[in-house]
């Protein structure tokens, strides 16, 4: 049984449950969006050489956030705004509060954010 995003319930023949988290980090999203898209796996190296950590709200908004911005202001309805809302979805579903719903995560605190000040 799902309790939350990410946040499971395990129920046993015994009676005994047990809960688990199976949220999803942004450094195993960050390579999920390298191997979705290649072309941006010389985007996240140079974000680490830059920065020494994976700093989400950047790599985020840089690598999706604004391409698809980009892409939605144009009318581009293409299949590459598909896979990045599919990808953003996943993020916002099974992501830690960090990266998904979060009040200070990147989708609500990024990504809406961006769509509200720019009417995408």
Known sequence: MV?????????????????YN????????????????????????????????????IFFDDEIGLPLFDLLQKNDAGSKVSAYC???????????????RGKTGLINGTFLDFLRLYKC
């Open 3 to 19: 309790l939350s995003a990410g946040i499971f319930l395990k129920s046993y023949s015994n009676g005994k449950q047990l809960v």
């Open 22 to 57: 199976r949220a999803i980090e942004k450094s195993v999203f960050a390579n999920k969006l390298v191997e979705l898209f290649p072309e941006k796996k010389q985007a996240l190296t140079q974000h680490y050489e830059d920065y020494g950590e994976l700093l989400g709200h």
């Open 86 to 100: 599919r990808f953003i979805e996943e993020m916002w579903r099974n992501g830690t509060d960090d990266v998904g």
